[in-house]
């Protein structure tokens, strides 16, 4: 009887810990999420954000559709030519999310007197519908298994409560 109390603290506070360290990792995970990083982009002398699409392996995307939006939601559309390559004059430097149906990626677009020395020249964008995005980010995994979690975090509650109260 006193082996299976015990086993039953241990077994409490693991869960305990596991929920205390599960509830930290969540609190990480919502704060390293407000930090997506951007890509430096310079623009050509002439103001223009030139880039390339291609797939997976590496193939050029004819005609993929790119859209550039700004901070204000204005989209501009652009089609690849053959080669996967694309232009887009933009009126300013600034904040700009650049998709294709594959995704998108946040851009800081540069004046080319201005950009930072680590600003890329291009963007290369890889468009393929087979990409597959099985990550999950942390929140995102206890959002789409809140059931389970919930069960197991109350299931340890539960248990513990039992095991004091059988020790008292």
Same mark, same amino acid.
């Given at each position: ?88 004059? !933009?009126?300013? =430097?600034?904040?700009? +999310?650049?998709? *294709?149906?594959? /995704? ?6 540069? %004046? ?34 809140? !059931?389970?979690? =919930?069960?197991?975090? +109350?299931?340890? *509650?539960?248990? /513990? ?6 020790? %008292?």
């Amino acid at each position: 009887m006193a082996e299976a109390m015990k086993l039953t603290r241990t077994l409490s506070l693991a869960v305990a810990l596991g929920v205390i360290i599960l509830a930290s990792q969540v609190d990480a995970a919502k704060q390293s999420s407000k930090r997506i990083k951007s890509a430096d982009i310079a623009l050509t002398a002439k103001g223009t954000l030139i880039g390339q699409v291609v797939n997976r392996n590496n193939v050029p995307q004819a005609n993929a559709v790119v859209e550039i939006v700004n901070r204000k939601g204005e989209i501009k559309r652009f089609r690849a030519d053959k080669k996967g390559r694309f232009e887009a004059k !933009l009126a300013q =430097s600034g904040s700009y +999310a650049i998709r *294709t149906p594959s /995704g998108a990626i946040p851009l800081r677009v540069w %004046s080319k007197a201005l950009a930072p020395k680590n600003a890329k020249t291009g963007v290369l964008l890889i468009h393929d519908s087979k990409v597959v995005r099985g990550q999950l980010e942390l929140v995102e995994t206890i959002q789409a298994n809140w !059931l389970p979690i =919930s069960a197991l975090t +109350a299931f340890g *509650t539960v248990v /513990g409560f039992e095991a004091i109260k059988k020790g %008292s």
